[in-house]
């Protein structure tokens, strides 16, 4: 199982901009996969972002943070990285890093990927 940990977050007014940084070790691929997910109280874990450490064009992002967030990769410190900005109060949760060990069959996206190792979460939150 892979290691996985979150730092970052924090509080900022809406319009500001914040970054969260996901460190993983503990893969048995070079091949692997980083996703961003989000949860806020009351609704379902949902993902909004991911990468592939062996294609760093291998990226999704959903409707909701398109164009305000940016994804990127670091593989010589295999750390992702989520770039958040324009930030609304919707965009208020628990955010939190998954990782999979096994890449997706090629024509797959990222988000296809089985995320079964989890940071411990990080509070984000844009007040207006």
């Known amino acids: 199982e892979m290691h996985v940990v979150e730092s970052g977050g924090g509080s900022v007014q809406a319009g500001g901009s914040l970054r969260v940084s996901c460190a993983v070790s503990?893969?048995?691929?070079?091949?692997?996969?980083i996703g961003w997910f989000r949860q806020a109280p009351g609704k379902e874990r949902k993902v909004i972002s991911c990468?592939?450490?062996?294609?760093?064009?291998?990226?999704y992002y959903a409707d909701s943070v398109k164009g305000r967030f940016t994804i990127s990769s670091d593989n010589a410190k295999n750390t992702a990285y989520l770039q958040m900005n324009s930030l609304k109060p919707e965009d208020t949760a628990v955010y939190y890093c998954?990782?999979?060990?096994?890449?997706?069959?090629?024509?797959?996206?990222?988000?296809?990927?089985?995320?079964?190792?989890w940071g411990q979460g990080t509070q984000v939150t844009a007040s207006s």
């Open positions: 503990g893969f048995h691929f070079d091949d692997y996969v």
């Open positions: 998954g990782a999979a060990d096994v890449h997706p069959p090629p024509g797959y996206g990222c988000a296809s990927a089985n995320f079964d190792s």
């Open positions: 990468i592939s450490s062996s294609d760093s064009k291998n990226t």
